[in-house]
């Protein structure tokens, strides 16, 4: 069955330094989201990606955030300057199409920034 | 303010029980409402879809029910098993608009006992 994965699993950074984390959603599906959830909270919507451009954002997302599909089958989230309360679990989401409802997420990255 | 709060953090019950999971949400018209399934450290997996229109839902043992005039979901899953220990997630759909980003609860965490 078709999966979203995601890599690193786990990746540790130092505060200020650049992250990017990587996802290769379900194959042609045309939507795309990133997920955090920080340690014991919920899972929190920061973006959603469409036909190359972003679609809709949360307040969350701001200028240290920004996505890209660089090409056909990757997804990604980077952060420009890494703070300590980034450190979450960063989930990425593929859906089907414009009929399609159901969002299915990957794994997860666990980001700790030190 | 807008809510959405699942019964309890914690639900433990005997095996073959049915157990019954509650998401109430408040100041919110969700188009529809999904439960995913997450275990410690992973990715939330999806069970369920239950449209405004729809009252019920049902896949294997597991049931859905919708109620917009209460702004209820129940989620029961029937001849539980320790397998099902996990935390459950209610997710809404809020915008109508192609994006379609979730807003999660917080989960409730259900533990069946042998």
């Known amino acids: 069955e078709p999966e979203v994965t995601q890599t690193p699993s786990h990746q540790v950074t130092q505060m200020g330094q650049e992250v990017i984390l990587r996802c290769v959603p379900i194959s042609n599906h045309l939507y795309f989201y990133w997920y955090r959830q920080i340690l014991g909270q919920k899972v929190e919507f920061l973006v959603s990606?469409?036909?190359?451009?972003?679609?809709?954002k949360s307040e969350i997302f701001d200028d240290q955030f920004s996505v890209e599909r660089p090409d056909g089958s990757n997804f990604t989230l980077k952060i420009r300057s890494t703070k300590l309360e980034d450190s979450a679990m960063y989930f990425c989401a593929s859906r089907a199409d414009s009929r399609g409802d159901t969002q299915y997420f990957g794994p997860g990255t666990r980001l700790t920034v030190l | 303010s807008q809510k959405i709060e699942q019964n309890s953090e914690a639900l433990n019950i005997q095996e073959g029980k049915t157990a019954t999971l509650t998401c109430n949400y408040t100041n919110y018209s969700p188009a529809y409402l999904q439960w995913y399934r997450q275990d410690p450290g992973r990715g939330p997996v999806f069970l369920l879809l239950i449209r405004e229109n729809e009252k019920e839902k049902r896949k294997e043992r597991l049931k859905v029910t919708f109620d917009t005039t209460l702004k209820q979901s129940l989620f029961h899953i029937t001849a539980s098993q320790p397998a099902d220990s996990a935390t459950y997630l209610c997710a809404l759909l809020i915008s109508s608009g192609s994006a379609r980003q979730l807003t999660f609860g917080s989960g409730t965490q259900l533990t069946v006992l042998p």
């Open positions: 990606f469409y036909n190359n451009e972003i679609s809709e």
